[in-house]
């Protein structure tokens, strides 16, 4: 207790500028975790949780008997895994093509226009979708003028996943850049000399220097990125989708708004959003000691 009080004395203005993080997680990440009771029990608003009856695994189970079980499930896995494929990536590809400009005013320009569809809201992005994507909206523009035929793709189920994907990718391209190249930054640029004197190829330069030296922030982002895994992000999905096409853009998180919000149904869509977090978790875990065994990097 004498250390800790000592370091808390020398370090005070550290811990005050820490507070309001640890506050916050406390207030809006730690707290509500106790209304995870709600998965376990029949809940009636009128009743609070603790008054509510008690179901035990009933909703667990109304889940994995449900017709839309396996289509969640599916939806998630392959909206997130096609994401993960092309979006993660994209900012690596990105951030070793930045690197490699001669021109600093131009890399500067590239990088602005790149990050601003991050600044975005996502009901602009939405809407910039929806108007784009129309029977007579810019995309079918483009393809009437090459001779193809006009689609309302947003009514397809088979064009809600590129649609998703391609508007990611636009989106955060640019702000995932912004680590890498903090990585890239940090390496030593005497290897880069070393390697032009022995006649390396810029290619050679990438593969051999770049790679290696931002390797561990890859794998740390990748590790972020498997833990999120079944996260998908429902808002956009929610401004997009429609009944036509449930089949393909109905997820696990926009399944627990239909029921939690707009059905009522608290304790079941709370049931299924406990077990998404779970699932996150194991997937954390797993990704977490398989990069440590592999690439001896890891979060912990």
């Keep these: 207790m004498t250390s800790l009080r000592r370091d808390l004395i020398r370090n005070k203005w550290l811990y005050i500028m820490i507070l309001p993080v640890v506050i916050y997680y406390i207030a809006f990440q730690y707290a509500p975790m106790y209304g995870a009771i709600i998965a376990f029990k029949q809940f009636v608003p009128a009743k609070g949780i603790l008054g509510s009856d008690w179901v035990g695994f009933k909703h667990f189970n109304d889940f994995f008997s449900s017709i839309y079980f396996f289509r969640v499930i599916k939806n998630t896995i392959l909206l997130s895994m096609s994401n993960l494929l092309f979006g993660f990536p994209a900012p690596i590809i990105l951030a070793l093509l930045l690197n490699e400009l001669k021109s600093p005013i131009f890399r500067r320009i590239t990088q602005t226009i790149t ?9 602009v992005v939405a809407g910039i979708i929806r108007y784009f994507t129309l029977s007579d909206g810019l995309v079918n523009d483009v393809i009437a003028f090459f001779g193809g035929e006009r689609a309302s793709f947003l009514q397809q189920p088979e064009s809600f996943r590129p649609i998703y994907v391609i508007s990611e990718i636009w989106q955060q391209v640019g702000w995932g850049t912004i680590i890498y190249l903090a990585a890239i930054s940090g390496i030593d640029q005497q290897q880069y000399e070393a390697a032009k004197i022995d006649g390396a190829t810029k290619f050679r330069q990438i593969w051999h220097i770049t790679l290696p030296g931002i390797l561990p ?56 959003g406990l077990f998404n977090s779970v699932i996150n978790f194991i997937i954390l875990l797993m990704a977490n000691y398989l990069s440590k065994r592999v690439s001896q990097n890891s979060l912990w």
Excluded: C, Q, W
């Design 217 to 272: 922030t890859v794998m740390i982002m990748l590790i972020l990125a498997l833990g999120n895994l079944m996260n998908v992000g429902f808002e956009k999905i929610i401004l997009l989708y429609s009944a036509s096409i449930y089949d393909t853009a109905d997820v696990i998180s926009t399944f627990v708004y239909r029921k939690g919000i707009l059905e009522f149904n608290y304790g079941f869509s709370t049931a299924v």
């Design 115 to 123: 990050y601003m569809p991050h600044f975005i809201t996502l009901v």
